[in-house]
């Protein structure tokens, strides 16, 4: 599908992910873009910037409310699938979260067919895995969730759900669609709710306010961090492609540990601090394993796609945004 010119919906639009795909959309020439959002995560002073763009269009509305979708759709030549609960608001609220994550789903799959929309990108997650295993664990890799809290196994089942909820209308009704396992985003306009990037942004709270960063655990658990502006870059490219009924892997493949996560953030934030370690039997978590390896071989192939900033590169960034706006808020 051609970008430049063409008309798309980004639902969950005032997020992280699709704040950002926006921007890669009207950078790449597309003519009109819709934000769709009902704020119960996202806000619209979130995205200020891009509203001032006539080609950007913000709407009200939620994915468990077909009739709103059908509206919205309307003229649509692609959708991107962002709107969902992560796995922290799946621990608040599991009712809500399902609904969300599988029936919004299928009503956003259902509007698309009903308005003739082309193409849908879903935002999946590597969560689906489980547990790490060992070597480069790629699309074919078997899922491990018997050692998952219930709240993460809940986020990850909602996934693969929507997954082939993607490929069913790919087969049936002929809509190309393109499932993105996500590994950890962080990023400019960077919030409180993906478990493992709360890591990044809590301690670099603690740190401006002059506290020792913490570490739960021991410090060698390791996440896959992914900046957003590579997830978006992602995301366009998939809904540019002919790919369909795939699952892609969109991580970096570097395995990092909290250790050395912190000693960025310090570093880039010039701090001498030094971390404290914690227990953690009350936190929510996902996956705590010390090994890990993601393969990105598969994306590579069929999208040409590789990520581009690296994590040191994408902390400074987003130290950088953070700064800025506290900056503006102390001015106002």
């Known amino acids: ?7 798309f919906v980004i639902t969950g639009g005032a997020s992280l992910i699709g704040s950002h795909t926006a921007e890669a959309l009207l950078a790449e020439g597309a003519a009109h873009v819709v934000l769709l959002d009902n704020y119960a995560l996202g806000s619209p002073e979130s995205i200020a910037d891009l509203i001032p763009d006539p080609r950007v269009k913000l709407v009200r509305g939620d994915v468990l409310r077909i009739n709103e979708l059908y509206d919205t759709f309307e003229g649509a030549d692609g959708v991107f699938a962002i709107a969902g609960f992560l796995t922290l608001p799946m621990a608040q609220d599991p ?27 879903f935002a999946s997650s590597t969560a689906v895995y489980g547990e790490p295993s060992r070597g480069p664990m790629t699309e074919e890799t078997s899922f491990d969730w018997a050692r998952f809290q219930p709240a993460a196994a809940m986020y990850a089942a ?3 759900v929507g997954e082939n909820l993607g490929r069913h209308y790919a087969g049936k009704y002929g809509i190309g669609t393109v499932s993105l396992r996500y590994a950890t985003v962080y990023g400019e306009r960077q919030h409180y ?23 739960p655990g021991d410090g060698r658990e390791v996440h896959d961090y992914i900046h957003v502006k590579d997830v978006a870059r992602a995301n366009v490219m998939a809904m540019a492609s002919t790919v369909s009924g795939e699952s892609l892997n969109v991580v970096t493949g570097i395995a990092t540990t909290l250790d050395q996560l912190i000693a960025t953030l310090l570093r880039v934030m010039g701090s001498n601090l030094q971390p404290e370690y914690r227990p953690v039997p009350e936190m929510t978590r996902v996956s705590v394993g010390t090994e890990l390896a993601f393969g990105r071989d598969k994306i590579q192939s069929v999208l040409g796609w590789e ?18 706006e506290e900056a503006k808020r102390t001015s106002a």
């Not at 009712?95 to 990108?121: F, K, S, T």
């Not at 994590?311 to 987003?318: F, V």
């Open 158 to 160: 909602s996934k693969i």
């Open 307 to 324: 990520p581009r900033i690296d994590l040191e590169q994408g902390i400074r960034r987003l130290v950088e945004w953070r700064e800025r």
């Open 193 to 215: 709710r993906g478990i493992n990037a709360l890591y990044i942004v809590e301690n670099y709270d603690r740190i401006r306010r002059g506290e020792r960063p913490q570490i």
């Open 1 to 7: 599908m051609q970008i430049d010119g063409g008309r």
């Open 95 to 121: 009712l809500l979260g399902l609904a969300v994550n599988v029936q919004g789903h299928a009503n956003v799959l259902e509007a698309c067919r009903y308005r003739g929309a082309r193409r849908v990108v």
